[in-house]
């Protein structure tokens, strides 16, 4: 009789845990996926429910489900304690059932952040808003859509896919457009980093027809930044303007100008970088040491 329920309570044990497992997979079933060259990421979109700095970790409310990313860092917890109950986006690895949130990158309010690096031609460039470290002088250029604008600030889609927020100024130049912008209206942008990180809009000028139907021109961003590290064997050149982070591969195509090889690139220099998008992917078209 005792073997009789402690089998049938065995039984039992495994039907609780199978449902509970199908109900987990059933939660996180929206959520995307994708596979780069450091493994599988996730892009975790939900309210923040608990931070708990004792194990590094956060709480999110993804459709219903409560999900635990680990391996932020204190300031990473520090910002989003007094931030529960809002929409944030992490990029995470996930293994099995466990969250951990990308190295290098940072919780965005409402956004979306980062992907890993891939091939050697055609690469996921690494765009993250780092609110950590130092912020780097330079500017933004690219032709964009209006996603929303009012008296204080203006927000564009960028190429990639990324949205990039700019302050809007007395010296903000709109005079090629009568002062006046629409949501979906295509610009092109020119933006300046602020001391703080942040970006103000230095000017936004109209497109032609000519522009609109070249995809060159829609989907190349110019970057004025600083580099972060020297480049190594991997030829991948990470830069920073304002508090945004890049990373991107060259490859046997990109243009150095006045560099021998992409080696030769060192920490802590101004750079020039063009990059061509395909989605997320991009290809780098030219690197030199920049002057401006």
Known sequence: MGHTLSRRASLLAMCIGSLFL????????????????????????GSVQAVNPSSNSVVLNVNGQQITVGGLDAQQLSALQSQQGKQFTLQVTQNGNAYTIVSNSTPQEGGSASSSISSSTSSDVSSTSNTNGTNEPGKLSFIGKIQSA???????LMPNGDTLTMNRTAQSDLSDLN????????????????????FMLQKLDTTDPQDLQDPNKLNRVDINGITTSAVG??????????????????????????????????????????????????????????ND
């Open 179 to 198: 002062n006046q912008v629409t949501q979906g209206q295509q610009v092109k942008v020119k933006a300046l980093a602020n001391p703080d990180g942040s």
């Open 233 to 290: 064997t991997d030829n991948v050149i990470h830069f920073k303007v304002g508090n945004k982070s890049y990373s991107a591969t060259i490859n046997a195509n990109t243009e150095l100008n006045n560099l021998p090889n992409a080696q030769a690139i060192a920490a802590n220099q101004p750079v020039k970088v063009e990059l061509l998008f395909n989605g997320a992917n991009a290809t780098v078209l030219q690197v030199e040491y920049s």
């Open 22 to 45: 199908l109900a987990l997979f059933a939660g996180c079933a929206g959520v995307p996926t994708t596979t780069g060259a450091n493994g599988t990421t996730a892009t975790l979109s």
């Open 150 to 156: 009012n008296a204080s600030n203006i927000v564009v």
